[in-house]
């Protein structure tokens, strides 16, 4: 890696990015991972680089969301893999779901780096090598997952997930949860809960919440309850165009 200086003022940013072209080094993430990347980045500059609280509530919604899951997954793509592997393993046990490499870009060898660099982060019984089903209405490569895991989830959490696949899996009747910075993507207007923050702050947030509802009847309704997407997002989007005010008055 680069030598970053700690000292920085994007010292942070700077690291995801060394992570991810390390991440398309050993062939984990494809050059279309790192456009999307981009593309965050420019949303993350407008929410100020931090976790808003909008996105503090979607988050205790989310993991309110996943522990009521009788099957919960979370779908894992290159970029994920490449910025948080062991903060995903993490996650998987307190919130007890099953991890799934899910590509947009799918290569059998792509899946396989995938999941070893999962399990050399200390996460269990990767699926996806192996794919026995197929989300209807995708064209086949996208379409293909596992039947023990994507297939017949009850819930998926989508970490910087394409649009169209979220959209297929909502039309399966699963309930999505969105990690995206994008509040105006079709991923995060589809999903049942969309949290907009950056993946590396997103999911330890949402294994903290997870931790901290379970087992709290209480906790979880008034999450959920509390929760309305299309008002949070609105808010996130109010949030941004605050922020752009404000640098232009400077
Ligand atoms: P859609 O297809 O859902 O309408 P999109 O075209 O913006 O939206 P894609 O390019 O398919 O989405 O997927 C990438 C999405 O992931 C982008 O919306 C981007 O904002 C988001 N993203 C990229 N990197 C990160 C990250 N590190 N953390 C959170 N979100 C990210
Ligand atoms: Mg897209």
Do not use: W
């Not at 970053?4 to 984990?28: A, D, M």
């Not at 309930?175 to 079709?186: H, Y």
């Not at 309850?225 to 605050?242: G, H, P, Q």
Request: hydrophobic content about 40%; some cysteine; proline content about 4%.
């Amino acid at each position: 890696m680069t030598d970053i200086p700690k000292s920085h003022p994007r010292y942070q940013s700077l690291v995801l990015r060394e992570k991810l072209v390390e991440g398309f080094g050993s062939g984990l993430v494809v050059p279309q991972g790192l456009i999307a990347h981009g593309r965050g980045e420019m949303f993350d500059y407008l929410i100020g680089e931090r976790t808003t609280k909008e996105a503090r509530a979607a988050s205790r919604a989310a993991a309110a969301t996943i522990l009521k899951a009788k099957r919960p997954v979370i779908s894992v793509n290159g970029n994920v893999a490449a910025l948080c592997p062991s903060e995903v393993a993490e996650l998987a046990v307190a919130a007890d779901a099953r991890i799934e490499v899910g590509l947009f870009h799918r290569t059998d060898e792509r899946v396989r780096k995938i999941q070893k660099t999962l399990e050399d982060h200390g996460a269990e019984d990767v699926l996806g090598f192996l794919p026995d089903a197929a989300i209807p209405g995708l064209d086949h490569l996208r379409a293909l997952c596992s039947r023990e895991g994507i297939f017949s989830a009850d819930v998926v959490l989508i970490p910087l997930e394409d649009g169209d696949r979220a959209e297929a899996l909502a039309k399966m009747g699963k309930k999505t949860v969105a990690i995206d910075l994008n509040p105006m993507s079709r991923t995060s207007r589809n999903s049942t809960v969309s949290i907009v923050d950056e993946v590396t702050r997103a999911i330890p947030e949402l294994r903290k919440n997870v931790e901290d509802l379970d087992g709290d009847a209480k906790g979880i309704k008034n999450a959920i309850s509390s929760y309305d997407r299309d008002e949070n997002l609105a808010m996130v989007m109010k949030a941004m165009s605050e922020r752009l005010g404000k640098l232009k008055e400077r």
